[in-house]
C-alpha cells in the first residue's frame, strides 16, 4: 500500500518536473519499473484526486492542473520540515482525524505523523462538544510524543494557536487574537480551534493528538444557524479565497519551529509568543469552568498554562480548563 503511494507520487513528481511538456507511459513505466497499465492506472487515481493531466497517445502525459488539496503528495512535494508530516495521512471524508490519529498512535505511529481529511462528518471539539467540519476548512491531527510528564500538556496546547496566529498573520492582512486557551478569532469572530487528546502514564506521556481545526474557506450560508455570529472563516473576513496547501504548509512549518523552541527553551519562551496575540489577559472575563462561572479580570497565565484569574474580593482563582466569554462578548 505505502509502494502504491510511494510510486504514485513519484509519477506526480516527473509531471511535475516535466512542466507543460509530456512524459511517455514507457518512461513513466521504465523509471518507476511497472507496466504502462499500472501507471495509467496512477494516472486516473490522480485525475480521481482533483488532477488535471492531458494525455495523448503519441505523446504521454502532461498535468495541465493541480487541485488545491492537502493529498500527501502535493504536501510531501514542498514540505521543508524535520519531524513534523514525516508521515501523512489522507482521506476525503471521516468522522474525526483525532479518532484516527488515536488508532495510528496506538499501533506505534511515528512522531509528526498526520492525519488529514477534506470533511469530517463527526469532529469533535473541546469539552466534549462537537465541531462543524464541512469541505473548504482545514481538518488535521498530529501526532506527538514529548518527553513530557502529563500535568504540563496543557502547556503544550499553546503551540498550536501560536503557530495558527504567525501563519493568519503571515499569509493574509487580518489580525488573528487568541483567547485563551487556544481558540483564534479575527474581527471578534472564531476562525479555528484545537483538541489535545492524551494517552499517559502518571509520570509520562505515551503520545499526544492535537488535532486542528481551521475555517480556511468557507461561505457564511454553509454556517449552522447557532454559529453563524460566533464563527467565521478566513475567506469570509478577507473577501477571498486562501490556498489551502500554503496555508497548511505554513501551519506546519510554524507549528515545528514553535515545539523545538518550547522542547530547547521552555514554556516561558512560547508565552512571549502567545502573549503578541493576546486577546484575555487584561481583560474583564467570565469563565465557565464546569463547576461555576466566575467572574473577575484575566491578570495572568501560571507556568503550567492555566490562566489566572482576578475576582472583585481581591482573591485569584486559577483555571485549567473551560470556556472563556470576553466582557465585550457578554456586555
Ligand atoms: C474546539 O475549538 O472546540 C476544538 C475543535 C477541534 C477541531 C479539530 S478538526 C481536526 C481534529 N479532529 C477532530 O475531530 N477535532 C479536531
Known amino acids: 500500500?505505502?509502494?502504491?503511494?510511494?510510486?504514485?507520487?513519484?509519477?506526480?513528481?516527473?509531471?511535475?518536473?516535466?512542466?507543460?511538456?509530456?512524459?511517455?507511459?514507457?518512461?513513466?513505466?521504465?523509471?518507476?519499473?511497472?507496466?504502462?497499465?499500472?501507471?495509467?492506472?496512477?494516472?486516473?487515481s490522480l485525475r480521481e484526486q482533483g488532477y488535471l493531466i492531458d494525455s495523448s497517445s503519441r505523446l504521454g502525459y502532461s498535468l495541465v492542473k493541480a487541485p488545491d488539496i492537502l493529498s500527501p503528495e502535493e504536501i510531501k512535494k514542498d514540505l521543508e520540515t524535520e519531524i513534523l508530516g514525516q508521515e501523512v495521512i489522507y482521506y476525503e471524508k471521516v468522522e474525526s482525524t483525532n479518532k484516527i490519529a488515536i488508532a495510528e498512535a496506538k499501533e506505534g505511529a511515528v512522531?509528526?505523523?498526520?492525519?488529514?481529511?477534506?470533511?469530517?462528518?463527526?469532529?469533535?471539539?473541546?469539552?466534549?462538544?462537537?465541531?462543524?467540519?464541512?469541505?473548504?476548512?482545514?481538518?488535521?491531527?498530529?501526532?506527538?510524543?514529548?518527553?513530557?510528564?502529563?500535568?504540563?500538556?496543557?502547556?503544550?496546547?499553546?503551540?498550536?494557536?501560536?503557530?495558527?496566529?504567525?501563519t493568519i498573520d503571515k499569509l493574509t492582512d487580518l489580525k488573528p487574537g487568541i483567547k485563551w486557551p487556544n481558540d483564534i478569532?479575527?474581527?471578534?469572530?472564531?476562525?479555528?480551534?484545537?483538541?489535545?487528546?492524551?494517552?499517559?502514564e502518571v509520570d509520562q506521556i505515551n503520545y499526544l493528538v492535537m488535532g486542528i481545526g481551521i475555517n480556511l474557506n468557507i461561505d457564511l450560508d454553509q454556517f449552522p444557524a447557532d454559529l453563524v455570529n460566533k464563527a467565521s472563516s478566513v475567506q469570509r473576513e478577507l473577501g477571498e479565497r486562501v490556498s489551502k496547501l500554503e496555508f497548511f504548509l505554513s501551519l506546519i512549518t510554524e507549528l515545528e519551529l514553535a515545539y523545538f523552541k518550547f522542547q530547547e527553551q521552555g514554556f516561558i519562551s512560547i508565552i512571549e509568543d502567545w502573549k503578541e496575540y493576546n486577546l484575555t489577559l487584561g481583560q474583564e472575563v467570565q469563565v465557565d469552568n464546569g463547576r461555576e462561572v466566575l467572574v473577575g479580570k484575566a491578570v495572568d497565565i501560571d507556568s503550567t498554562g492555566a490562566l489566572l484569574i482576578k475576582l472583585a474580593d481581591g482573591r485569584v482563582k486559577k483555571v485549567?480548563?473551560?470556556d472563556v466569554t470576553l466582557e465585550k462578548e457578554y456586555t
Open 111 to 166: 512522531e509528526g505523523a498526520i492525519v488529514i481529511a477534506g470533511e469530517q462528518t463527526a469532529g469533535k471539539g473541546r469539552l466534549g462538544r462537537s465541531f462543524f467540519c464541512p469541505p473548504g476548512g482545514i481538518w488535521f491531527s498530529v501526532i506527538l510524543r514529548p518527553n513530557l510528564r502529563p500535568d504540563f500538556v496543557a502547556q503544550l496546547n499553546f503551540i498550536g494557536v501560536i503557530a495558527l496566529a504567525k
Open 1 to 44: 500500500m505505502k509502494e502504491t503511494s510511494e510510486r504514485k507520487q513519484k509519477v506526480l513528481q516527473i509531471l511535475y518536473e516535466t512542466e507543460a511538456d509530456y512524459v511517455s507511459g514507457e518512461e513513466l513505466s521504465n523509471k518507476l519499473d511497472v507496466s504502462r497499465t499500472t501507471i495509467w492506472k496512477y494516472i486516473q
Open 320 to 322: 485549567v480548563a473551560g
Open 185 to 200: 478569532l479575527v474581527n471578534g469572530r472564531k476562525v479555528s480551534g484545537i483538541l489535545t487528546e492524551l494517552s499517559a
